[in-house]
């Protein structure tokens, strides 16, 4: 019982993880009906930038915000660059640009910093505690204490600021936003921007669990698309759940399913994508997409 | 008889200019070369069954790494285990690639194109790990060798005719390669120009209004889905052939994104499209990895670098310039300027006899 109360809490320290990335996805779909497939190659090259700041000296605590910083602005500029002039096309053509997008982004990391694994420092120390009977790394509790954090952060500036009201305008409806006196293009770079800066947090708590390379977040991203799927890919709150479910599934899976094993945790993810995408496409928590004739 | 040839359109000489200089390609290049032609022929069939699939019917599949993966190691289990002839278990490692693609399509019909494109890019993150679970099966990550193929007396002896020397396997891979290429790629242009082609064009195009013209959606959706992956599979157990062993490693994510580039590159919604597109999504990576060592102004650490991460690069600026500027790819913008230049010119002839010049089309 322990053990398994063990798996629970570490499968909540990943979940957050998958949650943060995953609301990155929500983030952009939301903006713009797009799942952004270069998610997680922007939250590694965050990462990767995050790294360079703290090798060159820079404290943790600061080169973390710095980062968030940093990926904000590189978001707000890929929107800028690369989205916007092909912002009204079909979804197919969007999707394929942001596929290029994560092979550029991909290639440039391994341009930049070659693909030897580094070790990615975590002010937590991996020193367990007792927390009611259940022995925790405070690097898990770091992680949920962040990720919390954030998550927090994002609903706050959604639901409780006009720049958050007005991003949520230009999302839902754009045509009447834009009458109201919106400049609806850059509210899309804002919610690219802030979907950077989110994605950075996961890759940044994922480094020093994963050993830091450019195919770092390859596998992350999969458990994201799941735990978005799973939540409903239009809703905030249901990515948070989302990935809370999806990191316990995942790690006890792994623990317990002997065929599943260290390996094949991965396809877990696929089975949960694929079967809530056919039994219940909207997911636990999106709201049901109506298609007019 | 004579007549029909001359009246024919200029592209069907075009064909068959093509189909000439493919076939005596071999002939003038090495063994070597001849194995790497094949390996972009092999491309070209793939992209073919992606272009049917996202050109024609328009769902995104990136997934089809894995039903190459399928098809190979059908082929590869079929000859090392129970001793078939390789050339006979490609087209059954088509035709179970096929069935596999369209009972995948059946689940993917309730998907928007956004989420299809996330289930099989899921789908082919996971292949490899999938692949190294049945070790009885597939040897896990030691993977399968293969014998190369060895050449039929009549191939080899036409051959010497020819060119006076002996055929090796590499060459007698490409002309395999070939004779698929040529049948799928016919195939193809016939469906297309046919019902079902028209009847997936009107579902990508405006999926509401073909139901409400009579279109049987979903049967053609599965259609597209099993078609492609036939193609798929096809390549993928050519692939076997020409590189001469399988392993997990073989069909790793990076080669649905090269599909996916050769498509775009060579132009969706085009027959001519996946050829040109196979061959630039093969050669590109080799010949700029043989051209960045030998420019002495790189310095070495880089060039070692750009060698790894370069494909990547190239692939996704490529896709992301194309989209943006040339959405149709290569033969868009040959075809687009051939009917400009067209256009031009015959409004200079309507200027000199005084007559106004015809409505410009649209593409």
Request: glycine fraction near 10%; hydrophobic fraction near 55%; aromatic fraction near 10%.
């Amino acid at each position: 019982m322990q053990e398994f109360m063990q798996q629970v809490v570490s499968g909540i320290a990943i979940g957050g993880i998958f949650a943060s990335l995953a609301l990155a996805l929500v983030l952009i779909y939301n903006a713009m009906g797009l799942v952004n497939f270069a998610q997680g190659e922007m939250a590694m090259m965050a990462t990767f930038i995050a790294f360079t700041l703290i090798d060159r000296g820079v404290s943790y605590w600061i080169a973390f915000p710095a980062t968030l910083l940093i990926a904000f602005a590189g978001g707000v500029a890929i929107q800028r660059v690369v989205i916007r002039p092909v912002e009204r096309a079909p979804v197919l053509t969007l999707v394929i640009v942001t596929l290029g997008l994560a092979a550029l982004v991909n290639g440039m990391a391994g341009f930049i910093y070659g693909y030897l694994p580094r070790a990615f420092p975590s002010p937590f120390p991996v020193v367990t505690v007792n927390v009611l009977g259940v022995f925790v790394s405070y690097r898990d509790l770091g992680v949920i204490a962040v990720s919390g954090v954030v998550l927090l952060a994002i609903y706050l500036l959604l639901q409780r600021t006009t720049i958050g009201l007005t991003m949520r305008a230009a999302a839902h409806h754009p045509e009447a936003s834009r009458l109201l006196g919106v400049n609806v293009s850059w509210m899309l770079a804002l919610g690219w921007g802030l979907a950077s800066a989110v994605g950075a947090v996961s890759g940044i708590m994922a480094a020093p669990i994963l050993f830091l390379e450019p195919n770092m977040m390859q596998t992350v991203i999969i458990y994201a698309f799941a735990a978005a799927v799973l939540g409903g890919v239009d809703s905030p709150l249901g990515a948070v759940i989302g990935g809370l479910i999806v990191g316990v599934t995942v790690n006890l899976a792994g623990a317990y399913i002997p065929f599943v094993g260290g390996d094949l945790q991965l396809a877990v993810a696929l089975a949960i994508i694929i079967t809530v995408l056919v039994l219940k496409p909207n997911g636990l928590f999106g709201r049901p997409s109506v298609r007019r004739v | 008889m004579l007549q029909r040839i001359r009246n024919a359109p200029t592209r069907y000489g075009l064909v068959v200019v093509v189909i000439i200089l493919l076939l005596g390609l071999p002939t003038v290049i090495s063994s070597f070369q001849a194995g790497e032609w094949a390996q972009a022929l092999i491309l070209a069939i793939a992209i073919m069954g992606l272009n049917i699939l996202v050109g024609y019917s328009g769902q995104l599949s990136l997934g089809h790494g894995a039903f190459m993966a399928l098809g190979a190691y059908t082929s590869a289990i079929l000859a090392h285990r129970y001793k078939v002839d390789y050339l006979l278990t490609i087209p059954i490692a088509g035709l179970l690639t096929g069935i596999a693609g369209f009972l995948f399509g059946v689940p993917a019909l309730r998907l928007s194109a956004l989420y299809l494109a996330l289930a099989t890019f899921a789908l082919a993150v996971v292949t490899p790990s999938l692949i190294k679970r049945p070790v009885g099966l597939t040897n896990g990550v030691q993977g399968i060798i293969l014998l190369p193929p060895d050449p039929p007396q009549l191939a080899k002896d036409a051959f010497t005719i020819v060119t006076g020397r002996a055929m090796t396997s590499d060459q007698w891979t490409y002309y395999v390669t070939l004779a698929f290429a040529f049948v799928l790629f016919w195939l193809a242009w016939n469906l297309v120009r046919h019902r079902a082609g028209r009847a997936m064009r009107a579902i990508r195009d405006g999926e509401v209004a073909a139901a409400a013209s009579g279109v049987n959606i979903a049967g053609y959706k599965t259609l597209a889905f099993g078609i492609s992956a036939l193609y798929a599979g096809i390549a993928g157990s050519l692939y076997g052939m020409s590189t001469g062993f399988v392993n997990p490693d073989t069909f790793p994510f990076s080669l649905s994104i090269q599909l996916l580039v050769g498509a775009v590159i060579g132009g969706l919604a085009s027959i001519p499209g996946p050829l040109i597109g196979g061959i630039f999504a093969y050669f590109l990576p080799i010949y700029s990895n043989q051209w960045v060592p030998t420019q002495t102004w790189i310095p070495s650490q880089i060039a070692s670098a750009v060698e790894k991460a370069g494909p990547a690069v190239t692939y996704g600026a490529l896709l992301i310039v194309i989209m943006i500027f040339a959405p149709n790819g290569i033969v868009g913008l040959i075809t687009g300027s051939y009917a400009r230049l067209r256009r031009r010119l015959r409004g200079a002839v309507d200027r000199e006899s005084g007559q106004a010049p015809p409505e410009s089309q649209t593409a």
